[in-house]
């Protein structure tokens, strides 16, 4: 198992290596100059030149592409070319909003949606079935940001339950910080809860039709303790698996939610940097992003081993 | 009633003993500017959101009052020779840096001298000056090859870029470097510390400041901060900054959309307001290397036909109030504005006419790349109107997509479209740039050096020098008519009508100082 953990975190080096070589090139090859951002609508190309040449950004692809890749094998991630902010600082101070986001949305979307897609199962066909299955397909086409204003219209404006915008971290007590989280996790949740409560759905109707459902039955076990533990059991590595997928839709998500609701986060971070053309600072978040979903994606093969003892690494 | 959301901050008050009391609210300002603040120095970056910072952090010698006129400021007067060649600036006693240092000439001089560097006029005075240097603990001298009696008017401009202050330290920063730290002299302190770009800025109310006897008048007279704290929060999204301010989640809101202006009109608690009287004048802009705008017949052929108005409701919306036109060269309301030569803007609008002269004018049906920033909604408004306004005359328009970041990089590309290159775009300028010829970078004419589309038109470049010597306001006019009239004639560039955008704030607060960007002396909070 450790031997197994230890070559799996080896092997996110090259997949970080052809991370790091593909943003950099894109970002070499897409159009955009943050030396003619920075000197603004009256300059001369000459100007242009003088600051693209204090930024380096005048130097071959290769100099600067090797230059880039020693400074993070160092964990320098670099300076930020607006704010002359090391690109880590500005990542630590966005890196609370984001997670906090995430983790309610997905602590919120596991516990309606795993509930939801037993139920439906349970009750395939009926009224509710077709309710959960109704929102599900409400949850996957309303886009994020529609989600979002409408729930700030109604609970922030209308009702004046939660504030519209804004971030309190926790460290300023869990009132607060929850209170702005409220509207933004469930906006973000709602794609969310869609994927997870289909799949369970689905999962759940094959495991119910197993044998040793029917034996469970047979030997007189109770509805709860079939579907919860019998069957929810074995159905928990393609609900894990899409979790873990579900990752990226929630990283994506997040910079439309954090912008609808002014959330400082890594998502409206990597917005003002791709429209500035902050070159270090998108290349910074893309690869702590990518990190994350390789970290993740980790932890989703062990925890299969608690769920499926089978499973061995 | 008690709300939920009473509750909950009843919850929350009793579990942190440091939320802010009803006292520190009073004397915090939370204000949403139109943009991010992204860079700290404004002699490095020409963006408007970087000047109206350093207008709080870093004060200037000289400031212009409302009727746009230079007044000073850290300075307590001047003198000039006779033959006008030396000018003897006094600065005023007391004035401190933020980190406690005194002001000095020497820092004045190195900071003036970083400014002419990159600034249009700074740039002139580069040219111009024989000596820059300090004298004595309080004075600064400056030699010029030429009289220059704007001089004043140049160093106490708002317009990017300003002429900031700073330590002699900070000021030896290469001019196309950043400087490391925001340490003005100005009346807030900028907390770097606590800066998060994207999120929040704070400004402390710097003691030390020592404000003028006067009134404020614009950025002239006294700077009197009546807020101990000022917070700008970035708020990208104007929905979300709209909700903010009507549940008073803050005070004021730079940049509300004109669409949601109606709504803010309703709300008795938020008042609409004209701040920035001399507004953002619409330009379309040529490119006078290749075809088909380097032919002066191709580029008047649009005259008969160019709507103002249709521009500006497109831009801002129907209302009247929020746009002005006949707008000529000049930024309509300030003092050079002038009607003279702008009949073919105004007279009755022909589209047959227009598109007879661009059938006799020699265009050929070359592709004209129309460049129009996606996210910037006013410009892309503006866009879509000449876009429309073209074909219809009969150019063959190809409009790309793209945002604002790749589009002012393909400005610089001088190729002919085939390389990547453009051939017109719309901008707005700052109504306070294009009020003058000295700052009026549409109507330079001097080549490669010129803004982007780089005309050559020396009448407009001879005239524009003579405005600079022009010894008073009455010359200044008549000069000004004649670059009007030029200008129609060579077409630099067609003014589209000045947008009048409009701010809003919660009816607690008073005191606003209007002429320009949104200050932060002189307002209180009621």
Redesign the interface.
């Known amino acids: 198992m450790w031997a197994y953990i230890v070559r799996r975190i080896l092997a996110t080096i090259p997949v970080m290596a052809v991370v790091a070589l593909f943003v950099f090139s894109l970002l070499y090859l897409a159009p955009g100059d943050p030396a003619a951002v920075i000197a603004g609508d009256q300059a001369t190309p000459e100007d242009v030149e003088r600051i693209r040449a204090s930024l380096g950004l005048d130097r071959p692809y290769l100099v600067r592409f090797g230059e880039w890749v020693w400074n993070i094998a160092r964990g320098d991630l670099g300076i930020s070319i607006f704010t002359n902010l090391p690109v880590s600082t500005m990542i630590a101070q966005r890196v609370e909003p984001t997670l906090s986001l995430c983790l309610v949305t997905l602590l919120l979307a596991i516990s309606v949606a795993v509930p939801l897609g037993v139920v439906a199962a349970w009750k395939q066909g009926t009224l509710i079935d077709r309710a959960v299955m109704g929102f599900a397909v409400l949850g996957f086409s309303v886009p994020v940001f529609v989600v979002g204003y409408l729930l700030a219209y109604v609970f922030a404006l209308e009702l004046d339950w939660f504030p519209v915008q804004g971030y309190t971290p926790f460290s300023e007590g869990f009132l607060p910080w929850i209170e702005n989280l409220v509207l933004p996790a469930i906006a973000l949740g709602a794609v969310y809860i869609a994927l997870i409560a289909r799949i369970t759905r689905a999962t759940m109707l094959e495991v119910l039709s197993q044998d040793y459902i029917r034996t469970a039955r047979a030997k007189g076990a109770n509805q709860a303790s079939i579907l919860f533990l019998h069957a929810l059991k074995n159905a928990a590595v393609p609900i894990v698996t899409v979790v873990g997928i579900g990752l990226a839709l929630l990283i994506g998500g997040a910079v439309v939610t954090e912008s609808v609701f002014a959330i400082p986060g890594l998502g409206r971070l990597t917005v003002d940097a791709i429209l500035r053309r902050d070159y270090p600072v998108i290349q910074g978040v893309v690869l702590l992003f990518s990190f994350v979903y390789v970290l993740v994606n980790l932890l989703i093969d062990l925890l299969y081993t608690l769920f499926d003892p089978r499973i061995r690494y | 009633m008690i709300?939920?959301?009473t509750a909950?901050g009843a919850?929350?008050a009793l579990?942190?003993p440091?939320?802010a009391t009803g006292q520190g609210a009073q004397r915090l300002l939370r204000f949403v500017p139109q943009s991010?603040l992204?860079?700290?120095d404004p002699v490095?970056?020409?963006?408007v959101l970087v000047r109206n910072h350093g207008l709080m952090v870093w004060d200037t010698l000289y400031g212009l009052d409302s009727q746009f006129r230079a007044q000073p400021q850290m300075a307590e007067g001047h003198e000039v020779s006779s033959d006008g060649l030396t000018w003897v600036i006094r600065l005023r006693e007391g004035l401190r840096f933020h980190d406690g240092a005194p002001v000095m000439p020497q820092d004045c001089v190195a900071s003036i001298r970083r400014w002419s560097k990159?600034d249009?006029l700074g740039q002139r005075l580069d040219a111009l000056a024989d000596e820059i240097a300090p004298r004595g603990d309080r004075e600064i001298v400056i030699r010029l090859k030429k009289p220059w009696p704007g001089l004043a008017w140049a160093m106490g401009k708002p317009s990017?870029n300003i002429c900031a202050i700073m330590p002699a330290r900070l000021a030896a920063t290469?001019p196309?470097?950043?400087v490391?730290e925001a340490i003005g002299s100005g009346p807030f302190r900028f907390r770097q510390d606590l800066?998060?770009?994207?999120?929040?800025a704070i400004y402390e109310r710097f003691d030390g400041y020592r404000p003028r006897d006067e009134a404020p008048d614009f950025l002239a007279g006294g700077k009197q901060v009546h807020f101990d704290r000022v917070e700008w929060?970035?708020?990208?999204?104007p929905?979300?900054?709209y909700?903010?301010l009507?549940?008073n989640?803050v005070d004021w809101w730079e940049a509300p959309l004109a669409d949601l202006l109606p709504r803010l009109q309703r709300d008795r608690d938020i008042v609409v307001d004209l701040i920035n009287e001399a507004g953002n004048l619409g330009v379309l802009r040529f490119n006078f290397l290749h075809p088909p705008f380097d032919k002066l017949e191709v580029r008047r052929a649009i005259l008969p036909a160019l709507d103002q108005r249709a521009f500006m409701d497109a831009a801002i919306g129907t209302d009247r109030s929020l746009s002005r036109v006949p707008a000529g060269v000049f930024t309509p309301g300030t003092p050079l504005a002038t009607t003279e030569g702008l009949e073919p803007l105004t007279g009755p609008r022909d589209l047959a006419a227009a598109q007879r002269a661009l059938g006799e004018s020699g265009y050929r049906g070359e592709r004209v790349v129309m460049m129009s920033a996606t996210?910037l909604p006013v410009l892309q408004n503006l866009s879509e109107v000449a876009a429309d306004l073209l074909r219809r005359i009969g150019f063959n328009v190809d409009m790309p997509a793209?945002?604002?970041?790749?589009q002012?990089?393909?400005?610089?590309n001088?190729g002919p479209v085939e390389q990547g290159g453009w051939s017109v775009f719309c901008?707005t300028?700052e109504g306070l740039d294009v009020s003058v010829p000295g700052s009026h970078?549409p109507l330079r004419g001097h080549g490669a050096?010129?803004?982007?589309g780089w005309p050559t038109m020396p009448r407009l470049e001879a005239l524009r020098e003579e405005w600079f010597d022009a010894p008073d306001q009455a010359a200044e006019k008549a000069i000004a008519a004649r670059i009007q009239r030029v200008a129609m004639e060579e077409v630099p560039f067609i003014p589209l009508g000045l947008v009048l955008p409009r701010q809003a704030y919660r009816r607690h607060l008073s005191g606003v100082v209007k002429g320009g960007p949104a200050l932060f002396w002189g307002v209180r909070r009621a």
């Open positions: 709300t939920r959301r909950l919850g929350a579990a942190l440091g939320v991010n992204a860079s700290l490095w970056s020409t963006a990159r249009v990017a290469d196309f470097a950043q490391g800066f998060r770009p994207g999120d929040v929060r970035i708020l990208p999204d929905s979300t900054a909700g903010a009507q549940r989640e996210d793209m945002d604002w970041g790749t002012i990089q393909r400005r610089t001088r901008t300028w970078q050096q010129a803004w982007s």
